[in-house]
């Protein structure tokens, strides 16, 4: 079993509506979780961080942590055709490294 | 602004020759990491370093090894390169904040 699981995608939505993006991860001793975005041959950036249960908004994404499912997901509220891109999810089990998934692809339909 | 910069952009090797990957970071982290992206395989860890001179085994380290003599600098070595090496390679940096700063990568091909 991977430490971190995404579904590869394609994730196509339309233009406007709500992407959700999925992330679930294998060690129960995690305690940082984040999401990159990665556009096609650039390298990862930071968009969200997430540490407790429950949810964290910034602008027009969500994080969203449950700790006991060991489930972590992104939102994605109003669609652009510029969000389309790979999304890695990365977790930080006991040691300094992020563990990262290995992304999903998502398609933003105009 | 953090700038983690890469010594190449593009690389091309071939079977056997020894290749030094140089990654600088302008911002006096701690942390250093090399990792390499392979698609359907996601970004796997092959080094990091949490000091200077001081380095730890990732996920991947079999055929490679790092160097980390100053604070800015974390240099990844393949002895002996080999096809199987093909790949992207990035590096990133950390302080204490939970930020991870990535490089723009050096896609490496070994013929």
């Known amino acids: 079993q991977k430490e971190v699981e995404q579904n590869s995608g394609p994730l196509s939505v339309p233009e406007g509506a709500i992407a959700s993006l999925n992330c679930t991860y294998s060690d129960r001793g995690s305690q940082s979780f984040f999401w990159y975005r990665q556009y096609s041959g650039k390298s990862p950036e930071l968009i969200m961080f997430i540490y407790s249960n429950g949810d964290k908004e910034d602008g027009r994404f969500t994080a969203q942590l449950n700790k006991a499912s060991q489930y972590v997901s992104l939102l994605i509220r109003d669609s652009q055709p510029s969000d389309s891109a790979t999304y890695l999810c990365a977790v930080r089990p006991g040691r300094r490294a992020l563990t990262f998934g290995s992304g999903t692809r998502l398609q933003v339909q105009p | 602004d953090v700038k983690v910069t890469q010594s190449s952009r593009y690389l091309v090797k071939r079977t056997g020759e020894k290749v030094f990957l140089e990654c600088v970071q302008d911002m006096d982290h701690e942390n250093m990491f090399w990792y390499r992206q392979d698609p359907g395989l996601g970004l796997r860890l092959i080094y990091f370093?949490?000091?200077?001179?001081?380095?730890e085994k990732g996920d991947i380290p079999e055929g490679y090894s790092v160097s980390r003599e100053k604070k800015e600098r974390f240099s990844l070595i393949l002895e002996s390169a080999s096809t199987n090496q093909t790949s992207m390679y990035l590096c990133?940096?950390?302080?204490?904040?939970?930020?991870?700063?990535f490089g723009p990568g050096t896609r490496l091909t070994v013929l």
């Open positions: 990133a940096s950390r302080q204490d904040s939970n930020e991870q700063f």
């Open positions: 370093s949490y000091d200077v001179k001081m380095k």
